[in-house]
């Protein structure tokens, strides 16, 4: 069965950066699609950024020049960096992960942006 375990999240000051992890049980090139979703209190889980088995990336408008989506196939890793960061970035952010017929989701880690 598939695993993805993300880590990374904290607290950090507007402006600042985070990069998230999301190590994936398996080669990562066993999935089709591998991105980043978030969702904030009280709002519906969006999707942040994607990257395809060929490496095409894309993001959602909010965070375009901002977060990067990245991989490192040698660690079986997806990160996501994020700069610039505001408090509306606050939010539990999820991995996840398109292989066949299946979508799996990482257990969230959570990234609070506050001075």
């Known amino acids: 069965q598939v695993q993805l375990v993300e880590s990374g999240g904290g607290l950090v000051q507007p402006g600042g950066s985070l990069r998230l992890a999301c190590a994936a049980s398996?080669?990562?090139?066993?999935?089709?699609?591998m991105g980043w979703y978030r969702q904030a209190p009280g709002k519906q889980r969006e999707l942040v950024a994607t990257i395809s088995r060929a490496g095409k990336t894309n993001y959602q408008d909010s965070v375009l020049g901002r977060f990067t989506i990245s991989r490192d196939s040698a660690n079986n890793t997806v990160y996501l960096q994020m700069n610039s960061l505001r408090p509306t970035d606050t939010a539990a952010y999820y991995c996840?992960?398109?292989?066949?017929?299946?979508?799996?989701w990482g257990q969230g880690t959570q990234v609070t942006v506050s001075s």
């Open positions: 398996g080669s990562i090139f066993s999935f089709n699609l």
């Open positions: 996840n992960a398109y292989k066949n017929l299946n979508i799996y």
